[in-house]
């Protein structure tokens, strides 16, 4: 167990020291930063006094240490386009995203779970038939193509929603929030609905398959002959089974809904981080593609170790087999 | 003179190859199947037009002289106010006919998709092969890298080498350049797939007597893996691929759509679909619509057709 652990951790951290690396190069050798950051009427002793400065005149092995030193205690320079500090530009966008991204996340867990659940026990219902075929659609259609369609429907045709932007929003200290006002709440719905839709049918079927599988076993049987009501068989015995691969899946989606954030956050014109990657990258801002690069590894990579680990945790065989095998 | 069965005396073949093709069971199963006839013939047609498009097309979007300002958003089928002229589905805000810049716009969608889809089979091939056939340290350090591109999806990779490329590449060149760059974003965003497959497939064929009898006569590693190893492992590739075509096209559609794929000079579907989402609350439907239709049949039909594949070439869901 805790070779396990040890290793999956050292491994996590060869991936972020990996990524960091790729960040660095691009801050080293995509584009000069004395360039970047001098204008046009220098001299050369201006290019070297800055030079020493940012420490360029340093081996690459020392330049490297000192950006990742840099970057644990959240340091990632300044922005080309903006001229100020990236960190203070993610902080600032960093609610906007995560707002979004948590009532995404809520909606695709609950409407895919009640909605898996619902498919699986009416089966051969039409309304169910309905359902499947429906998710087969969402899935295939891509993400900024059912953003624009909700934003033709409700926004241009039906004018009940706003097509872009987050609405008025409340300051609580460094955290901005759109839960507390009517335009931020109207704001949230499009865009979280596009932005959970695909999740939303993963988890659906998922959990209607895992349910069909569950609901075959002997023991539903035997709990509905001893004449349980079907909720408490349904929901107490069966759904309670199926959650294992569920919350595998749930996990591994989080990292996902940050990253297609980018996407949905672009069709609304939401002001979160992903837009401002997305400008990073057309504006080739590298400090701020840099930092964005480097926050989402952490992220992901986390995700995948908190994953394995409760799985490890969760899952009784795993750690039978390990302890057989030593 | 040796006692060696003479190779020569396979027994006659009284059927030409396209008769037994035609016979086989893969040809049996297509025809059993409405889904995979009319995904194929979607692709078809969508491919042909796409290639033939100067020829369709009836103006060329992309000449300045055989535009018209006052052409500018006339609505489908009806006669512009100004000139008279009609347009099967309408123009956009310059006069382009739209059913013009949508056959150009899939040329560069399916350009793209084709090459980013052959540069990432290609690399994983090489990559997988190299991997299964050598083990030890060279498979380690490719398919660790594999594992680590896993962790993030495919678009935000590519997202980042499109990024990464359009710093290195000088300003000049950028929008000259921007295709290839897309092509080799989405591409290396792909090969994991590819060299997972062909790795795993190498390691089981690696044992089997015809290796062992090929590197007994003395061939060399490289003429094994491409002469002998790689014809058995193509199955699964190229289901991989098809499907992985379909991946590519709404990959790039949706950084073109973002704004960093194909630049407005070369515009493909999803940069028409970012031009048309311009125009959705004046009422132009028709400049969004008719390139995002495109682009979903295009995309669907090829899925189809992959996932139609996968279950043809495997044999256990038979």
């Known amino acids: ?326 | 003179m040796t006692d060696t069965p003479n190779l020569e005396k396979t027994p006659v073949r009284d059927k030409s190859r396209f008769a037994v093709a035609m016979e086989s069971d893969f040809v049996y199963a297509f025809k059993r199947s409405p889904v995979a006839i009319v995904s194929t013939v979607v692709v078809l047609i969508l491919v042909l037009s796409a290639v033939f498009a100067p020829l369709i097309a009836p103006t060329n979007p992309f000449d300045p002289a055989s535009l018209n300002l006052m052409n500018g958003f006339t609505a489908p089928m009806e006669p512009n106010a100004f000139t008279g002229d009609t347009f099967l589905l309408g123009t956009d805000d310059q006069g382009r006919d739209v059913f013009s810049t949508i056959l150009y716009g899939m040329r560069i969608s399916l350009f793209v998709g084709v090459a980013a889809v052959l540069f990432a089979m290609v690399l994983g091939i090489t990559l997988g092969l190299i991997s299964g056939y050598f083990g030890g340290w060279t498979e380690t350090i490719i398919m660790r890298t594999a594992d680590v591109q896993l962790t993030f999806p495919s678009i935000l990779v590519a997202m980042l080498i499109f990024g990464i490329a359009k710093g290195v590449t000088p300003v000049e060149y950028r929008d000259q350049m921007a295709i290839w760059v897309l092509i080799l974003a989405i591409g290396l965003s792909d090969w994991v797939q590819f060299a997972r497959v062909v790795r795993s497939a190498t390691l089981v064929e690696k044992s089997k007597d015809y290796v062992a009898a090929a590197r007994l006569i003395g061939r060399k590693p490289g003429a094994i893996m491409l002469r002998h190893i790689l014809p058995n492992v193509l199955s699964p590739v190229l289901v991989i691929a098809t499907i992985s075509l379909a991946l590519a096209i709404i990959a790039e559609a949706t950084l073109s759509f973002l704004g960093v794929g194909a630049p407005p000079t070369q515009p493909s579907l999803g940069t028409l679909i970012r031009i048309g989402q311009g125009f959705l609350f004046s009422g132009e439907w028709w400049i969004l619509l008719f390139p995002a239709v495109t682009l979903l049949a295009l995309a669907l039909s090829v899925n189809l057709l992959g996932d139609w594949l996968r279950d043809a070439l495997n044999p256990r869901l038979r």
């Open chain 1, 1 to 326: 167990m805790l070779a396990y652990l040890i290793r999956r951790v050292a491994q996590s951290g060869l991936v972020l020291l990996i990524v960091g690396m790729v960040a660095f190069g691009m801050f080293r050798f995509v584009g000069d930063p004395i360039d970047n950051m001098l204008g046009q009427e220098r001299t050369q002793e201006d290019i070297d006094r800055l030079r020493g400065q940012l420490g360029l005149d340093q081996p690459f092995a020392v330049q490297y240490f000192r950006f990742l030193e840099n970057a644990v205690q959240g340091n990632f320079g300044v922005s080309y386009r903006q001229g100020r500090p990236v960190s203070d530009i993610l902080l600032e966008r960093a609610p906007a995203t995560l707002e979004l991204a948590a009532v995404s996340g809520f909606l695709a867990i609950a409407m895919g779970i009640a909605l898996g659940v619902f498919t699986a026990i009416r089966r051969n219902g039409f309304t169910a038939n309905f359902i499947m075929s429906a998710s087969l659609i969402g899935v295939s259609l891509p993400t900024f193509l059912i953003g624009i369609l909700l934003i033709y429907i409700f926004s241009v045709e039906l004018g009940w929603l706003p097509s872009f932007g987050r609405g008025e929003t409340v300051r609580i200290g460094n955290w901005t929030t759109g839960f507390l006002t009517e335009t931020g709440l109207k704001a949230l719905v499009l865009p979280s609905i596009t932005l959970g839709l695909y999740q939303m049918t993963l988890i659906m079927r998922l959990v209607r398959s895992e349910m069909l599988e569950v609901l075959r076993q002997d023991y539903i049987r035997f709990a509905r002959a001893r004449g349980l009501r079907d909720r408490v068989v349904n929901f107490r015995h069966a759904l309670k089974n199926t959650m294992m691969p569920v919350i595998t899946v749930i996990g591994l989606q989080l990292g996902s809904i940050i990253a297609f954030a980018i996407i949905t956050e672009t069709v609304f014109q939401w002001p979160g981080v992903g837009l401002l990657f997305i400008n990073a990258i057309q504006f080739v801002d590298i400090p701020v593609m840099a930092a964005y690069l480097m926050l989402i590894s952490v992220m992901f990579v986390g995700i995948n170790l908190i994953v394995d680990v409760l799985y490890f945790l969760i899952d009784p065989r795993l750690r039978a087999d390990r302890a057989g095998a030593h």
